[in-house]
């Protein structure tokens, strides 16, 4: 192997090029990215950087010492055998890794989208105090958002289609439980409300009702960043995202893919696995890194990922659709909280709700797949580890 192309300079393509370097590869190594920009951080965009405390989160990279070629602002087109059709030109490779991430979903409309440092700063200037701020979504994102335009002055109106906040990821008898937060904060969500469309001016739902919006902001989930591989032979599924085997091969030979658009299968969960959120852009590149170096390593993570919004850090580690018995830590009306799953007497879920530290001693329990005695989990007096058998 002596000329690795790494295409995506997020994250997982800045990782990949590190683990590369740091596992001996010693080639030809290039980073192609679509944006004008070096890979940045996305979770502060919709939190110190819409709030006006950061302004730039560029992640710290030694170029020198990785000796990579950066070539910035060059999209790629294609896939052939053997090179990368881009806005520049071909490039050839002979070890590929595919880590474009994911392109937000748009509505019809003036509403604007949060993935970019360029979106986050012009959001950041129209969050004025008095400013109706209609967030499509009570997801993730849209709550981050709320929780940012809220603490700016603006009056926020949250529009989610389904009966609960994150509806998306968490069943109902948990997400219920985040309901009463917007109203916390002074902001108001519409429950089970479509939206019909995103006019200037005003957000109209499904039953007629005009939301009155100086700003829309759609926040309805992202799309793997493929189209570019249509035609290649690396294998898309429904949604697009590439489809690697646990080793996080892409279907042609010396091409591997990391990050937001993969989905890889889990031998510790058994299904196949499609998580967007930062630890798996961190952590599935070092995995691809010797794979490509002619290791075979497995890529089999227990998910991980945090939210902060309403003023709380939400953390939510494993993979709950495994579980088959919910256990509450804590009261969910109260200020700090978990819900576990367990399957069997065996832990495979968690989320917290600040108590990072019954997150941090879950993990370790995760990680090991140990059983739980179920009626020490549910005590949040003791500490989480001690439930472990
Ligand atoms: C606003 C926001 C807040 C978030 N907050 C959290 C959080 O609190 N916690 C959490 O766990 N996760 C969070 N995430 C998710 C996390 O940031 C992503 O999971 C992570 O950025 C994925 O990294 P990636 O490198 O796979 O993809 P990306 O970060 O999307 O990077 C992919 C790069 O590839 C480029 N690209 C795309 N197509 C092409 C092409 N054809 N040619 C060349 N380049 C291309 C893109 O422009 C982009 O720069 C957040 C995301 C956003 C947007």
Known sequence: MENVVVVGAGLAGLQTVVALRQQGYAGRLTLLGAEPHPPYDRPPLSKDV????????????DWAALDVTLQLGCRATGLCPG???TEAGPVPYDGLVIATGADPVRLPGPG???????????????????????VVGAGWLGAEVATTAAGAGCAVT?????????????????????????AAAGVELLLGESVAAVEPGAVRLATGVELPADHVVVGIGVRPATG?????????????????????????????????????????????????????????????????LGDEVRYDPVPYFWSEQFGRMVQYAGHH?????????????????????????????????????????????????????????????????????
């Open 228 to 292: 570019w591989l249509a035609g290649s032979g690396v294998p898309l599924d429904a949604r697009g995202a590439v489809v690697t085997d646990e080793y996080l091969r892409a279907g042609l030979p010396g091409v591997y893919a990391v990050g937001d658009c993969v989905t890889w299968p889990s031998r510790r969960y058994g299904v196949r696995m499609h998580v967007e959120h930062w630890d798996n852009a961190l952590h599935a590149p070092a995995v691809a890194a010797a794979n490509l």
């Open 112 to 134: 604007s989208v949060l993935r970019t440092i360029e979106d986050a700063r012009a959001l950041r200037q129209v969050l004025r105090p008095g400013r109706r701020v209609v």
């Open 83 to 85: 090179h990368v059709e």
């Open 158 to 182: 949250v529009v989610e289609a389904l009966d609960t906040p994150l509806a998306g990821v968490l069943p109902a008898e948990v997400g219920r439980h985040f309901t009463p937060w917007y």
């Open 50 to 61: 819409l709030a006006g405390k950061v302004e730039d989160t560029t992640l710290e990279a």
């Open 321 to 389: 659709p495994a579980g088959d018995r919910l256990v509450w830590r804590g009261d969910p009306a109260g200020e700090t909280w978990a819900a576990c799953w367990l399957s069997g007497d065996r832990l495979v879920a968690i989320l917290t709700v600040d108590r990072p530290r019954d997150l941090a001693q879950a993990r370790r329990i995760l990680d090991r797949d140990a059983l739980v005695d179920a009626d020490r989990l549910a005590d949040p007096d003791l500490p989480l580890k001690a439930a472990a058998r």
